[in-house]
């Protein structure tokens, strides 16, 4: 069972199966004889599948989802480990943007200029002071996420607003603060997540990671990406799950690791084009043609962008060998 309709039942059902395992129960002991009667069955079938699912009928598991429990970690569990934590600067946005109720298309475009206007009196305000500033532009970026959950944003102003936020944050100087490399690292690939839902790094994701100085850090950082791998997919986060991965794909990229292209492209497959385009386009800038087919030919494999990873195959070698590349 997939998808975010499914998700709460899903939820319910590992609650229930706890509670019946802490009480020393199964699902048939819990309802006799009524799994052998089939209007109880039917009955039943009928609520699961055919029914809408009403907001006062839903379950504590089924309101707290596994997906909305990582999302909200993600916008802000790390907050008390940071130097100052972004908590004062989020209160003081929350105080500009009304975060609890929908906004229309015209109305979002004034929230996008009173959150600018309000990070950039905040940026001001924290002078020189990088744990402080750290802090401002961490809290802005989940005030942008929140925003953007109640909007109508069919002008685009909110989302394209994002990602400039994310490039600032990522430019910081957070060694300087003293923040432990696994906080921020966590909190930064988990962040990337949340904002990428809303398009936030396209086609920066590499670069954010050379901002954030990931060169020093590369393998800690393809340790973090690869457990918040192992957590989305157990959590049947499957999208947020291959983004990880592609995660520690721009890393590489950030890093210069083309020698690590081919094992990442590998466990990649072809179900996410973008980060193998990144390691091809990548090892070309470094001349290193061999490693650009390497990673298609481990990224050849089932997968939603196979077609176009041996379409990007044959283009290559019609590329190298116009060049006399071997």
């Avoid at 199966?17 to 009667?37: F, T």
């Avoid at 600067?89 to 200029?113: C, I, K, S, W």
Wanted: charged share 25%; glycine share 10%.
């Amino acid at each position: 069972m997939r998808g975010a309709y499914l998700e709460p039942l899903w939820s319910h059902l590992l609650d229930l199966r706890e509670r019946l395992a802490a009480d020393g129960l199964g699902a048939a002991e819990l309802v006799g004889g009524a799994a052998r009667d089939p209007k109880a069955l039917s009955r039943g079938r009928s609520k699961v599948w055919k029914q809408a699912l009403e907001g006062r009928a839903k379950t504590a598991p089924m309101r707290w989802t596994p997906s909305r429990r990582l999302s909200k970690r993600a916008l802000t569990g790390a907050w008390p480990r940071f130097a100052v934590s972004p908590q004062g600067p989020y209160e003081a946005f929350d105080q500009v943007v009304d975060l609890n109720r929908h906004h229309g298309q015209r109305a979002t475009m004034a929230v996008t200029d009173a959150v600018a206007e309000a990070t950039g009196a905040q940026v001001g305000e924290a002078g020189g002071d990088v744990a402080r500033l750290l802090a401002v532009r961490r809290a802005a970026l989940t005030c942008g996420v929140q925003a953007m959950g109640v909007r109508d944003d069919s002008c685009g102003t909110l989302g394209e607003w994002l990602r400039q936020p994310v490039s600032e944050y990522a430019a910081v100087a957070w060694r300087q603060t003293a923040m432990p490399a696994d906080v921020f690292w966590q909190d930064f690939l988990e962040l990337l997540g949340e904002v990428g839902d809303f398009g936030g790094p396209y086609r920066q994701e590499a670069e954010l990671f050379v901002h954030a100085e990931v060169q020093g850090d590369l393998d800690l950082v393809e340790t973090l990406a690869c457990a918040l791998h192992s957590e989305y997919a157990l959590a049947r986060w499957d999208f947020r799950a291959r983004e990880s991965l592609g995660h520690r794909a721009y890393a590489q990229v950030a890093a210069g690791a083309v020698d690590q292209f081919t094992a990442t492209a590998a466990v990649l497959g072809s179900q996410d084009g973008q980060p193998l385009e990144a390691m091809v386009l990548s090892a070309l800038r470094r001349g290193d043609a061999m490693t650009a087919r390497a990673v298609l030919q481990a990224g050849d494999r089932p997968g939603f962008h196979r077609d176009w990873v041996r379409r990007r195959a044959i283009e290559l070698d019609r590329e190298l060998d116009g060049e006399g590349h071997a």
